[in-house]
Nanobody, 124 residues
Framework: QVQLVESGGGLVQAGGSLRLSCAAS????????LGWYRQAPGKEREFVAS????????TYADFVKGRFTISRDNDRSTVYLQMNSLKPEDTAIYYC?????????????????WGQGAQVTVSS
């Protein structure tokens, strides 16, 4: 069973930094594609950043490029989101996301999992 638990959210002033962590449980973490999404009040959930299993493909939303960095530690089964130069518009609940490939009876199935979310509030 896959579980994702975020931590590291909080209140920070504009221009400050936070690092979110997402600790995962489950088999073969190193084979998962991982990402971060966020949802602000009254808005839809949106993509923030992703990192594939090989760490060769890192993708960022335009609004965080140059400010946020996604990384993973397979030994700790953890994915991180380092957030610098935070702005009030970054205020949202941040969700960890995992895409897990599982084989059953020689058929591959792709499953998506979400964490419970971590609140990030940036004051002006």
């Amino acid at each position: 069973q896959v579980q994702l638990v975020e931590s590291g959210g909080g209140l920070v002033q504009a221009g400050g930094s936070l690092r979110l962590s997402c600790a995962a449980s489950g088999r073969a973490f190193s084979s998962w594609d991982l990402g971060w999404y966020r949802q602000a009040p009254g808005k839809e959930r949106e993509f923030v950043a992703s990192i594939d299993w090989s760490e060769d493909d890192l993708t960022y939303a335009d609004f965080v490029k140059g400010r946020f960095t996604i990384s993973r530690d397979n030994d700790r089964s953890t994915v991180y989101l380092q957030m610098n130069s935070l702005k009030p518009e970054d205020t949202a609940i941040y969700y960890c996301h995992a895409v897990v490939l599982e084989s059953k009876a020689s058929v591959d199935y792709e499953y998506e999992y979400w964490g419970q979310g971590a609140q990030v509030t940036v004051s002006s």
